[in-house]
């Protein structure tokens, strides 16, 4: 539960730090006063967006923190274990705001995101506004709010999830079954090219082997007459070796020197022996042969042609070759992708119809139950002849949806016998007020959430129905804590705790403060509040009378 807030330089406040208990807290004080800056202190540290002109006068920053007794409470003592953010019974809120505009959320003194604060603040308190009566026309809201009655925010999370997998699946699908032709026409572009490609049948190395030969043939005249003069050349040099070998050997004395130069003379004349019989190899194996360059030539300008064709040099053909197979390769397999997708569309669909399927009937049966307890409400706030309904209108299509497979909308009928109709068309100011606050009331009974806030949502409510506001508020905080700002003394009167905000102070300095009334001081603003500033005998006696006969 909400144990403390405590506030400092915010709005009209100087400095504030209230002590809140379990039951019905209810605030209390004259127009202006600033009844709700305690709600909207809370609204900020819960994650609200904050507003840099929020800050008192004259100062740097407003400084805003509120305490919750967690003792017992499993989910908001789990996601602070699971964020790292545990304490000891205790849980933590501060937010601080400086004229510059910049913003810091701590949670148990650690910084977080206003994200994670308005996360846990949802498993501590639920505030309904003074203007929630606005929101309940939207269909959004009406959705929501059936879902969260109903228990089932989750499931509607995974059928949102579902139906949003299974449209993008089938989009993807379209997309692929649109782009068939396009694909049906770049298949056979790509069999035409790749099978001239696999006619040609280039080898890797094949255009450069090719490219030798041609100059080798188309050079076989000169080449020859070179290498057959190479060879005599060869041939007198290596009889002009051995005959200086002869000499040597007969005229001159042995020695180091001469063996020296012997032995290299003979290396040489080796040497020679077999750059001869390699030129006689070159010679033999090159030949004149027209038909051969002709052959080779034909090739050539093949290979060279295709790649004109692509517009790629020759030596790219392979591996553009590669690249277009691919390519061919992954068209082939369009009709497998599509058959594919085919199925894993029908079981999410199959996915989505299970788990819509339970959130239709969590619905139709919430509904059911939601209408009888509002109605009940709806006759103890003298509006017997109200009939209330919760319309689940089956959607036109079976096609997923994100948000499941009907829409919901609140509809009210005012005067017997006639057909219910929208909220926003039937109902006035004052039918809403009390219509919403049944609602609320209903839900609320029905949340897990250990407090509950309402903001003045008594708005256009008097006399006796104020007095049966006041007491379904109080039946709540029997089994929850509950803070109401209100300007009912009906309501006032079944507070077990009672704040009244008071405004003192001219221009600039005006503050506003907050303090916890005993018994006779409750007298006298329940009188306040039934008869103004002047207070007779008779409006405090109306006032201890009505102390009195609280629950």
């Known amino acids: 539960m909400l144990s403390q807030i405590t506030i400092s330089q915010f709005t009209v406040v100087e400095t504030l730090e209230v002590d809140l208990r379990d039951g019905l807290t209810v605030v209390t004080g004259e127009t202006g006063a600033g009844k709700s800056i305690m709600l909207d202190a809370l609204g900020l540290c819960l994650g609200d967006r904050a507003d840099p002109s929020a800050i008192r006068p004259g100062q740097d920053r407003a400084d805003i923190s509120a305490r919750f007794d967690i003792d017992g409470m499993t989910a908001a003592q789990q996601w602070l274990k699971d964020h790292d953010l545990e304490a000891d019974g205790d849980c933590l809120f501060r937010r601080v705001i400086t004229r510059e505009g910049r913003s810091r959320a701590y949670i148990n003194g650690r910084p977080t995101t206003l994200q994670d604060c308005a996360a846990l603040g949802e498993l501590l308190v639920d505030i309904h506004g003074q203007h929630a009566h606005q929101s309940l026309l939207r269909r959004p809201h009406q959705r929501m709010l059936l879902d969260s009655y109903a228990g089932q925010i989750a499931t509607a999370q995974k059928t949102a999830s579902a139906a949003n997998d299974w449209l993008r699946l089938r989009n993807e699908l379209e997309t692929l079954r649109s782009s068939q032709q396009e694909q049906a026409d770049r298949e056979q572009l790509l069999r035409y090219q790749v099978g001239e490609l696999d006619e040609l049948a280039l080898g890797d190395t094949e255009l450069q082997t090719l490219e030798d030969e041609q100059r080798v043939l188309e050079n076989a005249d000169a080449i020859q007459r070179q290498a057959a003069s190479a060879i005599e050349l060869c041939d007198a ?92 390769a992954t068209l082939d397999s369009s009709d497998e992708r599509i058959e594919a997708l085919e199925a894993t569309l029908a079981e999410q669909l199959a996915d ?140 006032a009167a079944q507070g077990q705790q009672h704040l009244q905000v008071e405004k003192s102070g001219k221009g600039k300095q005006l503050a506003s403060s907050l303090h916890e009334l005993d018994e006779n001081q409750r007298v006298d603003e329940i009188a306040r509040m039934l008869g103004g500033l002047k207070m007779t005998e008779n409006t405090l006696a109306h006032a201890r009378e009505m102390l009195e006969s609280r629950d």
């Open 237 to 328: 040099n290596e009889t002009g070796v051995r005959e200086a070998l002869t000499t040597l050997a007969e005229d001159l004395h042995q020695g180091k020197t001469i063996d020296s130069v012997r032995e290299m003379l003979d290396s040489a004349a080796i040497q020679l022996g077999e750059a001869r019989s390699e030129l006689q190899q070159y010679l033999a194996s090159t030949e004149n042969n027209p038909q051969r360059l002709a052959d080779v030539q034909a090739r050539l300008e093949s290979i060279y042609a295709l790649a004109r064709k692509h517009r790629i040099m020759p030596e790219q053909l392979s591996s553009h070759h590669q690249s277009l197979s691919e390519e061919l």
């Open 352 to 491: 989505y119809q299970s788990v819509a399927g339970k959130l239709s009937s969590a619905r139709k049966k919430s509904a059911t139950k939601l209408e009888k307890e509002v109605s009940k409400l709806l006759k103890k706030l003298s509006m017997s002849n109200c009939l209330f309904k919760i319309a689940l209108n089956k959607r036109e299509t079976s096609d997923p949806h994100p948000l499941g497979q009907e829409d919901i909308e609140l509809l009210i009928s005012t005067n017997p016998g006639a057909e219910p109709q929208s909220l926003g068309r039937i109902a006035s100011g004052g039918e809403l007020s009390r219509i919403s606050l049944a609602i609320q009331v209903a839900t609320a009974g029905n949340t897990t959430v250990p407090s509950m806030v309402f903001d003045e949502v008594d708005v256009g409510i008097g006399g006796a129905v104020a007095e049966v506001v006041g007491r379904l508020l109080a039946d709540m905080g029997k089994n929850a804590q509950v803070l109401c700002v209100t300007h009912l003394p009906q309501v």
